[in-house]
């Protein structure tokens, strides 16, 4: 599991140590990232991703993709943990490799 911030990278790794994260913040300050999969919300602080929820399979195809319309605008996290089950689930995927 990644999380991927417009901010610059010292600011997600401070991120990172303040909130106990146990998973990789990644920065894209560039916006290249957020550009490419379509999410970037121009009208937001000078252009930051709408927020959004991929979870891949283990070959790295899309199965599940929620994009919220305003900041606020997120899935439970129980929603979302069920989506990772009935991906990990599928054949050929396994729970640890998207676990990560």
Request: no cysteine; charged share 25%; hydrophobic share 35%.
């Amino acid at each position: 599991m990644v999380a991927i911030s417009v901010d610059k990278q010292e600011f997600a790794w401070s991120m990172g140590q303040t909130t106990g994260a146990k998973f990789q913040l990644l920065s894209d300050e560039d916006h290249k990232t957020i550009i490419a999969y379509g999410i970037l919300n121009a009208q937001e602080h000078g252009g930051i991703a709408h927020p959004s929820i991929f979870i891949l399979d283990k070959d790295g195809r899309i199965r599940y993709l929620y994009v919220g319309k305003n900041p606020t605008d997120r899935p439970e996290d129980e929603a979302i943990i069920d989506e990772v089950k009935k991906v990990a689930s599928q054949p050929g995927n396994s729970g640890q490799s998207l676990a990560r």
